[in-house]
Antibody
Framework: EAQLAESGGGLVQPGGSLRLSCAAS????????MNWVRQAPGKGLEWLAS????????QYADFVKGRFTISRDNAKNSLYLQLDSLRAEDTATYYC???????????????????WGQGTLVTVSS | DIQMTQSPSSLSASVGERVTITCRAS??????LGWFQQKPGKAPKRLIY???SLQSGVPSRFSGSGSGTEFTLTISSLQPEDFATYYC?????????FGQGTKVEIK
């Protein structure tokens, strides 16, 4: 079955660090841009970061710049998110999600989030 | 940043009813707009991409329309499995931004 599977979440103290992983199986990984999205308990969805297929282009939401680092290893079909200097407000379920493409008369167009993982919960608390 | 405003934030509807959810962008996003469905405890699922293209495998009762700053998700005949929260997302520019969500509940 095609899937993305996150791991690495858990309980961490404020100021601590975690490294989240997202493993792709049965899902074509290397040609596609990848993303992290989070959802605080009872709240909406929040985009965090995107990384291009080669890893050469990265975008971050302003509120995570300097604290979170996205990376990927195409040989391992894996995406990562390093979370540093964690705060209570970073408590959320973290999802990885793949971009896809469609083709029309004007060429190829990227579209976000055709595949999602099941999420991994990060709790920041003392 | 582009702000995405969804309305309503919640609605109650009966099975078989037609439901419309609106998403307004604070600036032109062309057709770089998707719609997602999320059920409790589950990951979101893409329903619509490029404002009006139906994701493969999604029932045809779902449709999307609009371009520029005004977009609509329509469920033509609400089914029991459609009770969920729906989000729009713009990807015309970074940061990608979601609407705040519309919770569709059973009347």
């Amino acid at each position: 079955e095609a899937q993305l599977a996150e791991s690495g979440g858990g309980l961490v103290q404020p100021g601590g660090s975690l490294r989240l992983s997202c493993a792709a199986s049965g899902v074509t990984f290397s040609p596609f841009n990848m993303n992290w999205v989070r959802q605080a308990p009872g709240k909406g969805l929040e985009w965090l970061a995107s990384i291009s297929s080669s890893g050469s282009t990265i975008q971050y939401a302003d509120f995570v710049k300097g604290r979170f680092t996205i990376s990927r290893d195409n040989a391992k079909n894996s995406l990562y998110l390093q979370l540093d200097s964690l705060r209570a407000e970073d408590t959320a379920t973290y999802y990885c999600a793949r971009d896809s493409y469609y083709f029309d008369s004007s060429g190829y167009h990227g579209v976000p989030f055709d595949y999602w993982g099941q999420g991994t919960l990060v709790t920041v608390s003392s | 940043d582009i702000q995405m405003t969804q309305s309503p934030s919640s609605l109650s509807a009966s099975v078989g009813e037609r439901v419309t959810i609106t998403c307004r962008a604070s600036q032109d996003v062309r057709n770089d707009l998707g719609w997602f469905q999320q059920k409790p405890g589950k990951a979101p699922k893409r329903l619509i991409y490029a404002a009006s293209s139906l994701q493969s495998g999604v029932p045809s009762r779902f449709s999307g329309s609009g371009s520029g700053t005004e977009f609509t998700l329509t469920i033509s005949s609400l089914q029991p499995e459609d009770f969920a929260t729906y989000y729009c997302l713009q990807h015309n520019s970074y940061p990608r931004t979601f609407g705040q969500g519309t919770k569709v509940e059973i009347k």
